[in-house]
């Protein structure tokens, strides 16, 4: 399978990663709805215990909209999709003991951490798209933060960046049905 044929193979199977993305934003939602509405703390873990739900989430989509929210065996870009999974989490209990000190820096901290796996899926789905995702959520991460930005503004960003992007994927992943349009769309 050349490098091609697997990104092809994981947009194909993950709808270009929209559902995913989309998923992600309802995370951020709801964290966002606890953060005004309850305390720092059940914001923070509405996030961490919602980031479990992305996945599942994501591939029920993926096969609500006809995706098989799966790759074909022997797909190396699965493989690095799991690892970039496991630097994420590696990454949690920094992020969940600076929200104990600092409960306005948890957010921001998890939209780099995210915008830097994001990195990854340029690579992983061949699409120069998530170049933009990760480093808009990386330097919202950061400017929330060199700002001081309250807790909920940090929320809020992640829900609606994620939002906005995860419509746009699903946008760039119907118009990228043909050969000839995922070379255009996705950089291939």
Not at 128 to 139: D, E, P
Request: a positive charge.
């Amino acid at each position: 399978m050349s490098v091609t044929q697997a990104q092809a193979d994981m947009r194909q199977g993950y709808h270009s990663g929209a559902t995913g993305i989309l998923a992600s934003a309802l995370a951020w939602s709801v964290a966002a709805g606890f953060a005004a509405l309850a305390s720092p703390q059940q914001a923070v873990w509405a996030l961490l215990v919602g980031g479990m739900f992305i996945h599942p989430v994501g591939l029920l989509a993926c096969k609500l909209l006809g995706s098989r929210g799966a790759h074909a065996k022997g797909n190396p870009f699965g493989l690095l999709a799991g690892a970039s999974t496991f630097w994420l989490i590696f990454c949690l209990p920094i992020a969940y003991l600076l929200s104990l000190h600092w409960p306005g820096l948890f957010f921001p901290a998890m939209l780099l951490v995210i915008g830097g796996r994001y990195l990854v899926f340029a690579t992983i789905y061949g699409m120069r798209f998530y170049w933009i995702l990760g480093l808009v959520l990386a330097a919202a991460g950061f400017a929330l933060a060199a700002l001081g930005a309250p807790l909920l503004a940090g929320a809020l960003a992640g829900a609606l960046l994620e939002a906005l992007f995860g419509i746009a994927c699903l946008v760039l992943h119907r118009r990228g049905a043909g050969p000839e349009a995922e070379t255009r769309l996705h950089g291939a």
